[in-house]
């Protein structure tokens, strides 16, 4: 288990930008996949994006490609998701997710099931 901080949520006006961040205070051992989550209101939680410690490899959910960016700092064991072109339909809790097993890869959505620790979510409300 990991302990997963997310930061950075707020209200946005549609076609504005956000940048959240996911901060593991006790650092992670070894290589881990860091995926971003969401959930709206009576909807399913669905992956945004992924990304693998080992060689950065990445996912982008077909509503994040353009739009949003995942980035890592390994040094400050925070992975970042920029999104930008915000629209009304990107609200949602936002949550991140790690885990040792899972490698993200471009073609394959990350396992949602499989991920062992998260964070406690926050909140995006993309709104005029």
């Known amino acids: 288990q990991v302990q997963l901080v997310e930061s950075g949520g707020g209200l946005v006006q549609p076609g504005g930008s956000l940048r959240l961040s996911c901060a593991a205070p006790g650092g992670t051992s070894g290589y881990y996949a860091i995926g971003w989550f969401r959930q709206a209101p009576g909807k399913g939680r669905e992956g945004v994006a992924c990304i693998s410690s080992s060689d950065g490899s990445t996912y982008d959910a077909d509503s994040a490609k353009g739009r949003f960016t995942i980035s890592s700092d390994n040094a400050k064991n925070t992975v970042y998701l920029e999104m930008n072109s915000l629209k009304p339909e990107d609200t949602a809790v936002y949550y991140c997710?790690?885990?040792?097993?899972?490698?993200?890869?471009?073609?394959?959505?990350?396992?949602?099931?499989?991920?062992?620790?998260w964070g406690q979510g926050t909140q995006v409300t993309v709104s005029s």
């Open positions: 997710a790690a885990d040792p097993y899972i490698y993200c890869s471009d073609r394959v959505p990350p396992p949602i099931t499989d991920f062992g620790s």
